[in-house]
């Protein structure tokens, strides 16, 4: 248990769906992430949440849209996505601006788009 | 950002044998850290190492950073089935910047 908590474990979903993926920490950290990995590819950086202000958006298509309303809470809103949106969705947590910081991830939603 | 790269990308051993896995990076850092993945899970968070020093110890973990070559190395000694996954290293700065990872290295290890 690594105090970042992510819902659900799985999802399928049809390219017309909209779903959410959530996640929550509760360790007192102030920046919130969300990363994509897929199969043979790095870990890709999608967004960063600062204090609840997205700090960084790595080109990431509209058909995916962050919302974090607290420092404790960030989801991921999905909808029209593509097949090849299929992959590992992580969360993780940090103390942005603190050096020497590791982060704590979530146990990830394996997102399946058919 | 900065973003570590590791090698191999695969590595298989036996049971009790030592895995070592390296990794390079481009630009200057404050640390280095080493996470584990077990397959379709979350990232767990190994080993920290600062640019200041050269080597660090955590139970069968070591691990060693040569900033002038850009460069750390995971050593697990004695290894066991159970530490197959794969394992990532990320390049930390200031701290103003959230971690960048690369592909890992994937190790199996067979009993």
């Known amino acids: 248990e690594t105090g970042v908590t992510q819902t659900p474990r799985h999802l399928v979903m049809g390219m017309t769906n909209k779903k959410s993926l959530k996640c929550e920490q509760h360790?007192?950290?102030?920046?919130m992430y969300w990363y994509k990995q897929s199969a043979k590819k790095p870990l890709e950086l999608m967004f960063v949440?600062?204090?609840?202000?997205?700090?960084e958006n790595n080109s990431v298509p509209s058909r995916f849209s962050p919302e974090c309303p607290n420092s404790s809470h960030l989801f991921l809103h999905l909808h029209t996505l593509q097949p090849e949106d299929s992959a590992l969705y992580l969360c993780?947590?940090?103390?942005?601006?603190?050096?020497?910081?590791?982060?704590?991830f979530g146990q990830g939603t394996r997102l399946t788009v058919v | 950002s900065q973003q570590g790269e590791e090698d191999p990308q695969a590595l298989s051993i036996q049971e009790g044998e030592n895995a070592t896995m390296n990794c390079s990076y481009k630009?200057?850092?404050?640390?280095l850290q080493w996470y584990r993945q077990n397959s379709g899970r979350g990232l767990v968070h190994l080993i920290l190492?600062?640019?200041?020093?050269r080597e660090k110890h955590s139970g069968r973990l070591r691990v060693t950073l040569d900033t002038s070559k850009k460069s750390s190395s995971l050593l697990i000694t004695a290894s066991r089935a159970a530490d197959t996954a794969s394992y990532f290293c990320?390049?930390?700065?200031?701290?103003?910047?959230?971690?960048?990872f690369g592909k890992g290295t994937r190790l199996s290890v067979i009993a």
């Open positions: 993780a947590s940090s103390h942005l601006g603190q050096t020497n910081t590791e982060a704590f």
């Open positions: 360790l007192g950290h102030n920046a």
């Open positions: 949440y600062n204090f609840k202000e997205q700090t």
């Open positions: 630009t200057s850092i404050n640390n």
């Open positions: 190492i600062r640019s200041n020093e």
């Open positions: 990320a390049t930390g700065d200031s701290g103003n910047t959230p971690l960048v």
